[in-house]
């Protein structure tokens, strides 16, 4: 079988189940997230070398006391978000800075600082983000990944048959002005598109989820391509054939979603 064969069925499959376990329940909503941040807190431990037993752990807190157990407190969520915001941001600033060899400080407690911001609590953060106009809603969950897999699939097309400036290419050397500015364009016309069906969120709203989703995203696949790049490693992990590991495919979302959250629960 084909690498390209396998990559589409791999893909088939991750789609269809997160699209089903999304709209199908809460439960099953969160008993698919919870099972992505267990295998993304495995893969992350393996990137910055560091035992996975205490953050498995964690993970367990912080979904149940975020999420099961939750009060929909606003100045709850808002802390949440503040404190994984602290985190992203220092990373964007590191990502930038050319003589930096890591993102964030190394010793131990910079690590689980690491697990924490840019691992376990985006998690939380999308695992509560149906609920931030009150009742169940995943079709916010489901507009978000339909606008990073455009931003994604476009940015590459534009990329490839465009391309000829690199957009940071001693981080990601294949990515390109012209495919990210293409893979805007794109993202926020269907952005407006989705803001004609899923009308819980108004066109200005999905714009800026538009926006959002493009430019953070985009730092945030890059973010973790240093990651990997300082872990000397290709892929996060092998569980999704072709793809590679859950933070390959979650990258983008784990790192905008709490800018998005931040964004809705000013402008709800």
């Not at 269809?16 to 099972?35: D, G, M, N, P």
């Not at 752990?57 to 006391?65: F, H, K, T, Y």
């Not at 969120?201 to 890059?222: E, F, N």
């Not at 000397?232 to 979603?257: E, N, Q, T």
């Amino acid at each position: 079988m084909s690498e390209n064969v396998t990559r589409s069925i791999s893909g088939i499959i991750f789609i269809t189940l997160l699209v089903f376990a999304t709209l199908f329940s809460e439960i099953s909503f969160i008993a698919l997230f919870s099972a992505f941040a267990f295998i993304a807190v495995f893969e992350f431990c393996s990137l910055i070398k560091l035992d996975a037993k205490i953050p498995y752990l964690l993970v367990v807190i912080a979904i149940a006391l975020g999420v099961v157990l939750d009060t929909h407190s606003p100045t709850n969520n808002i802390v949440l978000v503040a404190a994984t915001l602290f985190v992203s941001i220092n990373l964007m600033i590191n990502l930038f800075k050319t003589s930096k060899n890591e993102l964030f400080s190394s010793d131990l407690a910079g690590k689980y600082i690491q697990l924490l911001g840019y691992v376990i609590f985006p998690f939380v953060i999308i695992m509560k983000l149906p609920y931030i106009q009150g009742s169940f809603t995943p079709q916010i969950v489901i507009g978000i990944f339909v606008l990073i897999w455009t931003n994604d699939t476009f940015a590459y097309i534009f990329g490839k048959y465009l391309g000829k400036n690199k957009l940071f290419e001693r981080v990601s050397p294949k990515k390109t002005i012209e495919g990210f500015i293409g893979g805007m364009a794109v993202c926020l016309i269907v952005a407006y598109i989705l803001s004609i069906y899923f009308t819980f969120l108004t066109p200005i709203q999905w714009l800026v989820l538009g926006l959002i989703m493009s430019v953070i995203g985009t730092i945030g696949d890059l973010v973790e391509s240093k990651y990997k790049r300082i872990a000397g490693v290709k892929d996060s992990g092998k569980i999704m054939p072709g793809h590679g590991g859950i933070l390959d495919r979650l990258d983008s979302v784990i790192f905008a979603v709490p800018f998005i959250y931040f964004v809705l629960f000013f402008i709800s």
